[in-house]
């Protein structure tokens, strides 16, 4: 039932004008979503929560496009129902363009380094949504999101948010909590499709920091609003504890009544480490000894060096660009072993 990720990426991504706008962005840009089908299991995908992670987008402009085309019979349109935002910030999309546009098979490290521009802590969308229908401080973008997904007839089965990471070993990926015990299958799937195209788990010990705790090679529980707050809090940072609001993962799992929706995140490397997560730390020394290399590479780049130089530099290194392609597809499979999770749910 499930397309290949060539089908999906053979689509025609959505065009700026498609779908329902749901209102704007600071900036006055556009935020669109797309719903398909007509089943009884809701299905909720988000990209571009920090937008400078262009994968997740990139997967769902394709997506919706696919399903555009589908007959209405189809059995993912007749079985699901699909909520789509493929870009929840336009304004920092258009601020990140200029080191990903044109970019097909892998992103450039100097001109990544050059342009690479995120929100502050406190400011990014993923923990921004509203705490309720009165809460007129959170960003609209967000607003525009919780009032689109309040019009959900009843609870969603499942939602992901799709993320990424500048730097990692490799895929990683993170899981509600409380399905954990239910997902031996999912997480067997997502590991076997990262090792069939080559690629190492990421992985790292954070203790609980901020909600992450570690469940085992690539995987990991999803952060939450409270332990975020409880970390800055920790820090001494009170104002900065209080800006954290409910992420889309806890504001899914609010909606309808409740219900177990299962919620997830991807966070699929743009650029990989060799040799990082063969010792956890913390501290992880080889993933110390990275960091220190790419900041010198950034001062470099904000002192005047070529990108391309920069590029060439790290390649002797040993950093290399994960294949965008690669990371779709992953994207896609966690969709896929995803939604067999809950359709066993479902069926017992």
């Excluded at 080191?99 to 342009?115: K, S, T």
């Excluded at 607003?143 to 500048?166: C, E, K």
């Excluded at 040799?275 to 913390?282: A, F, H, R, S």
């Amino acid at each position: 039932m499930f397309p290949p990720i060539d089908a999906i990426l053979a689509a025609d991504p959505v065009a700026a004008t498609g779908g329902k706008e749901l209102g704007q962005s600071r900036e006055g840009r556009a935020v669109r979503g797309f719903r398909f089908g007509t089943g009884a299991r809701r299905i909720s995908l988000l990209g571009g929560c920090h937008a400078d992670e262009p994968v997740g987008p990139r997967l769902l402009n394709h997506l919706a496009g696919y399903f555009a085309a589908l007959p209405a019979d189809d059995p993912l349109l007749d079985r699901y129902e699909w909520w789509i935002i493929p870009h929840i910030n336009p304004d920092g999309e258009a601020r990140n363009r200029a080191w990903y546009d044109g970019d097909d098979e892998a992103y450039d490290l100097g001109r990544y380094l050059a342009g690479v521009v995120r929100e502050l802590p406190g400011d990014d969308i993923e923990f921004g949504f509203p705490r309720n229908q009165q809460d007129a401080g959170a960003r609209p973008e967000n607003r525009a999101a919780y009032q689109w997904w309040l019009a959900a007839d009843g609870p969603f089965t499942m939602h992901i948010s799709l993320h990424g990471m500048g730097f990692a070993a490799g895929p990683w990926f993170l899981v509600e909590h409380s399905w954990n015990d239910r997902l031996e299958s999912f997480k067997k799937t997502c590991g076997a499709r990262v090792a069939e195209l080559g690629y190492r788990l990421h992985d790292v010990e954070r203790h609980g920091e901020k909600g992450f705790v570690r469940l085992g090679r690539g995987f990991c529980t999803r952060p939450d609003s409270e332990s975020m707050r409880q970390h800055f809090r920790g820090l001494g940072d009170e104002a900065m504890a209080e800006r954290f609001r409910p992420s889309s993962m806890e504001t899914i799992r609010g909606l309808g009544g409740g219900g177990d929706a299962l919620t997830m995140v991807s966070e699929m490397p743009l650029f990989l480490l060799p040799g990082v997560g063969e010792t956890l730390g913390p501290p992880d020394p080889v993933a110390v000894e990275w960091r220190k290399r790419i900041e010198g590479w950034r001062t470099s780049i904000e002192r005047g060096a070529e990108p391309a130089a920069i590029k060439a530099e790290s390649r002797q290194a040993g950093l290399r660009p994960m294949p965008i392609r690669d990371q779709l597809a992953l994207q896609w499979t966690m969709v896929e072993a995803g939604m067999n999770a809950t359709n066993i749910e479902c069926q017992e």
